[in-house]
């Protein structure tokens, strides 16, 4: 028998009333939705961690479902933050799998950060969210959303990724499967923030629940000379359904029949409706394999739209002028975590985008300013973000078409230069007696390599498209000979 309950979570500083739309369409479509809302978790309050919210979340559903408000098994949708406080409850209570839930379906979730977290600490966004709050904006939840915090690595070591090959997780093809649906339409207030491939909140990097991992380690050479690499492993399903819609922000993406832009078609309008009930609908592995192809050809279809000939669908989609091309290129979001290897954090160290020369990757950097760096620099990287709580933890949002395209960053190689995106990274000496790769080196530097920049080879493939990459840099700590001496006894 299908499951029909449904438990739906709400975002960071919403409201139950935020997701009344999507309820009242469940109900319609004959799911048990009525008085299933888990609202009201205290996401404001500034002392509240998300693992208490997720702790609270697990004594409610008890209570729900021996109350009979929640079947024994539901399914959940949630909303934006909602997102890591049941990934988190799952983590908590159901590591290894077990819960009882089908579907779990999250909507723009916040799974790797959004940019207008560090906006809600500041003193504007606690006179705006927090006046009725005694000005709290819920500091802990906001750490845990910023971009590059560890909260999010944790939570993904525990669900999704792990560096010691185990592949236990709380989801599975079978049961507990996740779905992702986000948007990379923008409501107006939020276009002055000049973000790419972005909902207005969260960016469709952050929000897709399939991220890399790779531990890049300096103190050991690879068979090729380079850093030594371990790649993490997947946890749960190699990879899950995600749906990017072009026409959707993260206020209507709650809206499966009223939201989307005025000038749609019925059929474009209800196409988030669909995609709703398709995943609650969802009953075996191979069903759950099936809709992932199908939202496959469905994020086909939206990248078409940078093509200059789909002028009149762009146009179609925002209901008024068409939009630039540019808001539907696909992004990679890196997150770099460098420590020395003794687990002491570096903050201060330099990191930017290279194609380097076989000697380079040899021998360290040169120094000199390449072509293929200056174009990455000035086109493909749109942002980057230095954590607040982890100075040694940084956020790239790099453009990937302006990388791959004809005429993007592989026309800037020279005939010296591999056709691979790398990173470049260097870190100065802290002090006269410690220096980082070589001993007493000023400045010592190493390159990570990344990707292929020729489509047509097999090459590199750790970056993925729409993903958060985590690339966690060990780089050598060297103390010089004066740090510990031997000398003979004077008589």
Do not use: C
Request: glycine residues 10%; neutral net charge.
């Amino acid at each position: 028998m299908a499951t029909k309950s449904v438990l739906t979570v709400h975002g960071w500083s919403a409201e139950d009333s935020s997701m009344a739309e999507l309820v009242g369409f469940l109900e319609r479509t004959g799911f048990e939705t009525a008085h299933l809302w888990l609202g009201g978790y205290p996401s404001m309050a500034d002392e509240v961690h998300l693992a208490d919210s997720a702790r609270r979340m697990g004594e409610v559903v008890r209570e729900m479902q021996a109350d009979g408000r929640l079947g024994e098994r539901f399914h959940i949708v949630t909303h934006s933050t909602g997102a890591l406080v049941v990934r988190q409850w799952l983590a908590l209570f159901h590591p290894e799998g077990g819960a009882p839930v089908d579907n779990f379906l999250m909507l723009a979730p916040a799974n790797f950060g959004s940019p207008l977290a560090v906006m809600g600490r500041s003193a504007l966004g606690r006179l705006i969210k927090g006046w009725r709050n005694r000005f709290q904006t819920g500091t802990e939840f906001l750490h845990a959303l910023e971009h590059g915090s560890m909260a999010q690595e944790n939570l993904a070591l525990a669900d999704r990724l792990s560096r010691s090959g185990e592949t236990t997780s709380p989801f599975s093809e079978a049961s507990v499967r996740p779905y992702v649906i986000t948007g990379l339409d923008v409501f107006r207030p939020m276009g002055i923030l000049n973000e790419s491939a972005w909902d207005g909140t969260v960016r469709a990097a952050s929000a897709n629940l399939d991220p890399q991992g790779v531990t890049v380690d300096f103190t050991a050479s690879s068979e090729t000379g380079g850093p030594e690499r371990r790649f993490w492993t997947r946890r749960g399903p190699e990879a899950v359904p995600f749906a990017v819609l072009p026409d959707r922000h993260h206020l209507n993406i709650t809206e499966p029949l009223t939201g989307g832009p005025s000038g749609a078609s019925a059929d474009a309008a209800r196409r988030l409706g669909r995609l709703v009930l398709q995943a609650l609908q969802v009953t075996s592995a191979n069903e759950y394999r099936t809709l992932r192809s199908n939202w496959i050809a469905l994020n086909d279809a939206t990248r078409t739209l940078v093509q200059p000939e789909k002028e009149a669908e762009r146009a179609a989609l925002a209901g008024e002028e068409a939009p630039s091309p540019d808001r539907f290129n696909e992004h990679y979001q890196i997150v770099f975590d460098v420590r020395d290897d003794t687990g002491l954090p570096v903050s201060d160290y330099h990191v930017w985008l290279t194609a380097p020369t076989e000697r380079e990757m040899e021998a360290g950097l040169s120094g000199e300013v390449s072509r293929p760096e200056e174009y990455a620099l000035r086109h493909a990287l749109k942002k980057v973000h230095v954590n607040r709580r982890a100075g040694h933890r940084r956020v790239f949002h790099i453009d990937r078409r302006e990388l791959m395209r004809s005429g993007g960053m592989r026309s800037a190689l020279t005939a010296s230069r591999l056709p691979l995106l790398a990173a470049g990274i260097s870190a100065p000496a802290p002090g006269r007696h410690i220096s980082y790769f070589t001993r007493g080196d000023g400045l010592g530097s190493g390159v990570i390599p990344l990707r292929s920049l020729n489509s047509d080879a097999p090459g590199e493939r750790f970056l993925r498209r729409y993903a958060t990459h985590f690339v966690e840099v060990i780089v050598p700590r060297r103390a010089d000979e004066k740090v510990f001496t031997v000398r003979g006894l004077r008589g």
